[in-house]
């Protein structure tokens, strides 16, 4: 019988596992995949943001925040720097976004699986967990027939986001068997679908904008950033940071809408004059017969342009088309309300984290579950998803060292 077996691989099972061996239990990690930690390979595009140096509770979604960033504190970013550091790895700064020197998830990946090795935590791969049954004293923990036996049960198994690295939502549906309650999990940090996307001929553009998000005519959150047009809608990080917030509304029969400000470093009161001015230089230097969208030329990339022009003037074709000064006028108030349903977003597959999970009320101080004492969640199980910006994994580690470190102490 093992002391303690981790159910998954992932950043907070990796880190459940090194806790829980160094509070003297032995532990067997079990994952369905051959490759342990896959889904970290794909953490800030590779890169592996790993935690942020400002971590504060506006930083993240749950349904107890409060018992959130408790959790955080406990094992926090400058922990999880030392930590690192510790293994050897240099740390890259970028606005507080904290990254390996190497910029490669895979060193991080290979150097936190050593780690764990040399501390003596066995790993199991191809063992897909099917179910764990209390039996008594302990648990039985079911593998296609096969029966692991441990005193202790961290699940791990993270939650449905990014389902080509493993990510299935295994630990949701053991516990909900269980009656546990869970909130009913999202996407989040995921592309948004418009509605007949009005923006669909200016897919491939990047930009910068404010992307605020509003639902039932209330503004709820924004972030600005590197917006991402697409043929189904908008990604890119001012995106993925509303998205857990839109999707939810969403799923709660919202009305929810985004408003973009291309303009988002400029004072509002500038914006007309500047919008003004640049359409009435380039009328100047233009010719009649030119297309009226190059009159926005000098503000937005081309097909950024020639979209919005259609929008302020559909039946304007060439710049001999337009009055100057009726083009400019309702440029600036088009320009300024771009609002747009959205309508859905790009699903699981395309997401980075899952947003709900099992509430705190279900929950011991430990991370251990109420109805079932002796079984621990920790990462994306837990209904605590976080912004870009190494949010995520910062909750990964700090949870999983958490419920790790309980559940080793025999």
Not at 1 to 29: H, K, N, P, Q
Not at 247 to 266: Q, S
Not at 350 to 355: D, E, G, I, L, N
């Amino acid at each position: 019988m093992e002391d303690v077996i981790v159910i998954g691989s992932g950043a907070s099972g990796l880190f459940a596992a090194m806790a829980a061996r160094e509070a003297g239990a032995e532990v067997t990690v079990l994952e369905k995949n051959t490759q342990f930690a896959k889904k970290l390979l794909s953490t800030g595009n590779g890169r592996c943001n790993f935690t942020n140096l400002r971590v504060e509770k506006d930083c993240y979604h749950s349904d107890d925040l409060d018992r959130a960033l408790d959790i955080i504190n406990r094992f926090d970013q400058s922990k999880v720097l030392d930590f690192m550091c510790s293994l050897g790895m240099g740390i890259e700064y970028k606005d507080g976004w904290c990254y390996p020197r190497s910029m490669s998830a895979l060193c991080v990946n290979h150097a936190l699986i050593s780690h764990a090795k040399r501390l003596g935590v066995h790993f199991k791969g191809g063992k897909e967990v099917t179910d764990v049954i209390k039996k008594d004293d302990c648990f039985e923990v079911m593998t296609g027939g096969y029966a692991y036996r441990a005193r202790k049960v961290i699940l791990a198994c993270g939650g449905y986001a990014a389902p080509k690295s493993g990510s299935t939502g295994e630990g949701f549906y053991i516990l909900k068997r269980s009656g546990v309650r869970i909130k009913k999990p999202l996407p989040a940090l995921v592309p948004l679908v418009l509605k007949d996307n009005p923006l669909k001929k200016a897919a491939g553009v990047r930009t910068l904008a404010k992307v605020s998000l509003i639902a039932d005519s209330r503004e709820v959150s924004s972030d600005t950033g590197n917006l991402q047009i697409t043929e189904y809608g908008i990604s890119g990080i001012p995106v993925f940071q509303i998205s857990s917030e839109a999707v939810r509304a969403l799923d709660e029969g919202k009305d929810v809408r985004v408003k973009l400000n291309f303009f988002p470093d400029y004072p509002e009161s500038a914006v007309e004059t500047l919008i003004g001015d640049c359409i009435t230089e380039a009328a100047e230097n233009l010719s009649a017969d030119d297309p009226a969208w190059y009159l926005l030329m000098g503000l937005f990339p081309d097909k950024l342009s020639e979209v919005l022009s259609e929008m302020i003037l559909p039946e304007a074709e060439s710049i001999g088309d337009v009055d100057i000064d009726t083009f400019s006028d309702y440029a600036y108030r088009t320009i300024s309300e771009l609002v747009f349903e959205v309508s859905g977003n790009r699903g699981f597959e395309y997401a980075q984290t899952t947003s709900g999970g099992v509430v705190f009320d279900e929950l011991n101080e430990d991370l251990s579950l109420k109805k079932i004492p002796g079984l621990y969640i920790c990462g994306e199980e837990a209904d605590v998803d976080g912004l870009c910006g190494g949010y995520n994994l910062q909750w990964a580690f700090s949870s999983g060292h958490l419920a790790g470190e309980s559940a080793g102490k025999l």
